[in-house]
């Protein structure tokens, strides 16, 4: 049984930071990668941030690059969002993912969810 749990969401002031913490506990056999998503409100769910631990490669929407940075503890199986210089546009429910291999071999993937930490910027 594989566990994810999101947290460090909050209310913040524009200008202001957070960091977001994800912490997958159970039994994963090995981690491909590790994502952040977000959803706003009337909005569809998007990529915001994504390492993958092949390779250590990075990936972030264009809208939060150069301002959020996605980072790792492989040995706690935490994936961390730190959230900088934050505006309005960036207020949403924040999600984590984690891109896992089962035991049976290279075709048994599985994905787990965290349950969402809410992020809101306002004066």
């Known amino acids: 049984q594989v566990r994810v749990v999101a947290s460090g969401g909050g209310l913040v002031r524009p200008g202001g930071s957070l960091r977001l913490s994800c912490e997958a506990t159970?039994?994963?056999?090995?981690?491909?990668?590790m994502g952040w998503y977000r959803q706003a409100p009337g909005k569809q769910r998007e990529l915001v941030a994504r390492?993958?631990?092949?390779?250590?490669?990075?990936d972030y929407a264009h809208s939060v690059e150069g301002r959020f940075t996605i980072s790792r503890d492989s040995a706690k199986n935490t994936v961390y969002l730190q959230l900088n210089s934050l505006q309005p546009e960036d207020t949403a429910d924040y999600y984590c993912?984690?891109?896992?291999?089962?035991?049976?071999?290279?075709?048994?993937?599985?994905?787990?969810w965290g349950q969402g930490t809410q992020v809101t910027v306002s004066s």
């Open positions: 993912k984690f891109e896992t291999l089962g035991p049976r071999g290279p075709l048994d993937h599985r994905d787990y």
């Open positions: 159970g039994s994963i056999f090995r981690v491909n990668a």
């Open positions: 390492l993958t631990t092949r390779d250590g490669n990075t």
